[in-house]
């Protein structure tokens, strides 16, 4: 009988050994789930505003592709007049002086 009550409360220790090592993985599993939705949910977050950023760079790039268009077309031959001359090195924002005159006068001639 001592034989069998020694048994007995060495599977009682046993069986309350693993029920701590059970109630230590529940809570683990418990926290590991609270990272787990937090980290979805900073995804979430993440995603939606990489769908933001890539939506205003789809706009930009846009703009862009329509300005560089303008800017192609804006200077081609037909469009040149003498007054573009002055957006020239030699002119464009410098102080008018008989000289820079007489030279542009020169140019709107050769024009």
Do not use: M
Not at 27 to 42: D, I, Q
Not at 46 to 70: I, P, V, Y
Not at 76 to 95: A, E, G
């Amino acid at each position: 009988s001592s034989g069998i009550n020694a048994e007995s409360q060495s599977v009682i220790g046993q069986l309350n050994s693993t029920q701590e090592e059970l109630n230590t993985t529940r809570e683990e599993l418990g926290t590991v789930k609270g990272e787990l939705e937090r980290t979805e949910s900073e995804l979430q977050t993440e995603s939606a505003q990489h769908n933001k950023t890539g939506e205003q760079l789809d706009t930009c790039s846009t703009s862009l592709t329509s300005t560089l268009t303008q800017l192609e077309t804006a200077r081609t031959f037909h469009n040149i007049t003498r007054w573009d001359i002055l957006y020239t090195t030699p002119y464009y924002n410098k102080v008018l002086t008989g000289e820079l005159f007489q030279q542009l006068s020169s140019s709107w001639g050769l024009l």
